[in-house]
């Protein structure tokens, strides 16, 4: 009885609910359709999450699992250490200890550049994992034996290397070409050059080496050829005197140098030592102190030099200290007693002695020339008579003047014993008979006299003579 009452309740009040349900869908449609909605979005939300899940779970497992495969991968690495390769670059290739010396012994030497052919190598080294981040370039040594080298020609020759740590995989490249050449010596000589210019008003001296020969060592096939060795000394800006060692350049006899490596040793230099000092022209004075005691009957003509002046070289307080050379007074009177060229030695009485005559002229040497002539002078003679020579019998000569000027010009040693009566002025009336005339005035000698190079001359070249019949004249 108690449990049908309990199920009647219950169905009552179910159907209760769904009354009010009915209620709320009868007076709310609206509210109800909401309802549904966000009951459906709820299913929806629960979904997604649902099917989202797996997703994250399989990320976490992959992070997961790379975490412990690298956690093992590395616990296998340290306890089973496996070995691993490195190539390092750039390691120096050299020959083995005593290689040269070796070569040296048998009379040998390489004939090629050292510094082309041994070119730095690649060398791949393997050790353990652990090991191999340790080795550094400089562990591994790479060389060359010259051992089965025993006369000259071209070898190839192994590239051998050893690593301190781990052991050799390969060597790139793994061989060197090497060429050989017998040993020789050759005596050949020693010049000089100049590069460039000493600054202006500077002179230098011939340079002095220390030797004129030098010994070569080295290859056969380049010292047969060689045919001397030069010095090159550089003048640009050079102000000083120089002694200093300067490094020599062998040539052979094309003009072709022959490069450094071709020989055993280094080659020699040379100590060179060459004054530099400035340099000026200075003019020479001289005097000849008795030229106002010459004879009157001389004159001198010119006066020259061998030189004029000198270029002297000295240091800077020396030549600016120069500005003329003199000369030690000249006489010429007890010499020079007639006409003719006289030659007098001049001696510099100021040149300092650290000074240096630099173009060659000899200080004992300069000469004065002195050219003396004859002196020319001109003498007037007044009043000198007029002959007429070749007079006609029966005719009768007059002359516009009897007497006439004469002027004579000549060596002074000629005119100063010359008289007027040495000479006879005249015109020569021959063949004339009566007239007017303008008759040339002429001269000659009188006999036994004779007046050489003296030249005379009249005012007038003519005179005007009448001739006139005897008979006519009163």
């Keep these: 009885m108690r449990k049908n009452q309990t199920a009647g309740a219950g169905k009552g009040t179910g159907n209760k609910l769904l009354e009010r349900l009915a209620s709320f869908r009868l007076f709310g449609d609206g509210r109800n359709e909401n309802r549904e909605t966000v009951v459906e979005a709820g299913r929806d939300t629960q979904q997604d999450v649902k099917s989202k899940r797996p997703i994250v779970r399989r990320i976490l497992y992959a992070v997961l699992s790379l975490i412990l495969a690298t956690i093992l991968w590395g616990y296998v690495l340290m306890t089973q250490n496996p070995d691993r390769e490195k190539t390092f670059t750039g390691v120096t290739l050299t020959f083995e200890s005593g290689a040269e010396a070796d070569l040296g012994a048998r009379n040998l030497m390489i004939y090629d550049d050292v510094n082309e052919i041994m070119q730095d190598v690649a060398v791949t ?29 071209v070898y190839s020759l192994e590239i051998k290397a050893v690593s301190t740590v781990g052991s050799v995989v390969s060597i790139e490249p793994d061989h060197i070409d090497l060429t050989v050449d017998d040993v020789f010596s050759r005596n050949v000589s020693v010049s000089y050059s100049f590069v460039g210019e000493l600054p202006e008003a500077y002179w230098h001296d011939e340079p002095s080496l220390s030797v004129s020969n030098i ?34 350049v062998v040539y052979d006899g094309e003009g072709n140098e022959i490069p450094s490596s071709s020989f055993t040793r280094l080659i020699p230099a040379v100590t060179v030592s060459m004054t530099v000092l400035p340099h000026k022209h200075v003019n020479i004075e001289y005097e000849i102190a008795d030229r106002d005691q010459l004879s009157d009957l001389y004159e001198i003509q010119s006066e020259t030099l061998s030189v004029s002046s000198i270029d002297v070289a000295a240091d800077p307080d020396t030549l600016a200290s120069i500005e003329t050379l003199v000369a030690s007074p000249v006489y ?20 300092p002695s650290s000074a240096m005559i630099i173009d060659g002229t000899d200080k004992g040497n300069i000469q004065l020339s002195v050219v003396i002539t004859d002196k020319y002078v001109t003498e007037t003679f007044t009043g000198v008579p007029i002959e007429v020579l070749n007079k006609a019998d029966g005719f009768a000569y007059t002359c ?45 000698p009188v006999e036994g006299a004779s007046f050489g190079d003296l030249e005379i001359s009249f005012p007038s070249e003519t005179i005007h003579v009448s001739v006139v019949p005897t008979h006519t004249l009163g």
């Excluded at 370039?137 to 000259?152: F, L, M, W, Y």
């Design 215 to 248: 010994v070569l060592e080295g290859a056969k096939t380049d010292l047969e050829r060689a045919a001397g060795s030069v010095c090159y000394i550089d003048l640009e800006g050079l102000t000083s005197s120089i002694n200093r060692s300067i490094p020599l």
């Design 400 to 444: 516009e003047s009897e007497t006439t000027d004469m002027t004579v010009s000549g060596p002074a040693k000629l005119l100063v014993n010359f008289v007027s009566s040495d000479v006879i002025v005249c015109v020569n009336m021959q063949r004339r008979g009566t007239g007017e005339y303008e008759m040339r005035i002429e001269y000659k």
């Design 125 to 153: 080294v393997s050790a353990p994992l652990t090991e191999i981040s340790k080795i550094k370039p400089g562990d591994i040594t790479a060389t060359v034996s010259v051992a089965k080298v025993k006369s000259a020609g």
């Design 332 to 351: 010429i009177g007890g010499t020079a007693d007639e006409a003719g060229e006289y030659k007098y030695p001049l001696t510099i009485t100021n040149m």
